[in-house]
T-cell receptor, first 118, second 113 residues
């Protein structure tokens, strides 16, 4: 149980275009999902917290107009990188909190999406 | 603030060696503690957790004990295997707080046959 999927796993796009990444909880309902960015050989940086049916909460320094987050259902959150530039190239990871599992405090992570902007 | 400090890697061991990866934390409240593992090319997987002082989390031969007096959650395994090669992240989340995971920087472990 507690499986989280992401799609696509890899995407290459041209500078100036937008890319949408999907995060799904496959066997549980997630009222809260999180989006992270991971730079090479570094830890995960939380970008935003996504709550179903409400606006996402962004971390300081993260542009909400550039990284659009939608959490339209209890099993799906999307991250859209708008007008992507090469510096947006990174590994994007989502996680979902699973109430009732691991004391309700554990987050389960998707496999990540490798974005390359050319 | 809340933070997690892990021993810097990389760590290289021979198969069947004993592993310790140190992790200490600072927290403004009462945290739950986690170890996550990231195998090459994959996302993070929850390895083990502990939610209160003196709890021991264990999984796949790995163990970590929540030590409130030393604010530590060191990861140990008695006999590592080549398949344990991965990056290990220590993390905390404040109970009753914002649910934000705070990660350490990760420790890369390589186990040689």
């Amino acid at each position: 149980g507690a499986v989280v999927s992401q799609h696509p796993s890899r995407v290459i796009c041209k500078s100036g275009t937008s890319v949408k990444i999907e995060c799904r909880s496959l066997d549980f309902q997630a009222t809260t999902m999180f989006w992270y960015r991971q730079f090479p050989k570094q830890s995960l940086m939380l970008m935003a917290t996504s709550n179903e049916g409400s606006k996402a909460t962004y971390e300081q320094g993260v542009e909400k107009d550039k990284f659009l987050i939608n959490h339209a259902s209890l099993t799906l959150s999307t991250l859209t990188v708008t007008s992507a530039h090469p510096e947006d190239s990174s590994f994007y990871i989502c996680s979902a909190r699973a109430p009732g599992l691991a004391g309700g405090t554990a987050q389960y992570f998707g496999p990540g999406t490798r974005l390359t902007v050319t | 603030g809340n933070s997690v400090t892990q021993m810097e890697g990389p760590v290289t061991l021979s198969e069947e060696a004993f592993l310790t990866i140190n992790c200490t934390y600072t927290a403004t409240g009462y945290p739950s503690l986690f170890w996550y593992v990231q195998y090459p090319g994959e996302g993070l997987q929850l390895l083990l957790k502990a939610t209160k002082a003196d709890d021991k989390g264990s999984n796949k031969g790995f163990e970590a004990t929540y030590r409130k007096e030393t604010t530590s959650f060191h990861l140990e395994k008695g006999s590592v295997q080549v398949s344990d090669s991965a990056v290990y992240f220590c993390a905390l989340v404040l109970q009753g707080g914002s649910e934000k995971l705070v990660f350490g920087k990760g420790t890369k472990l390589t186990v040689n046959p």
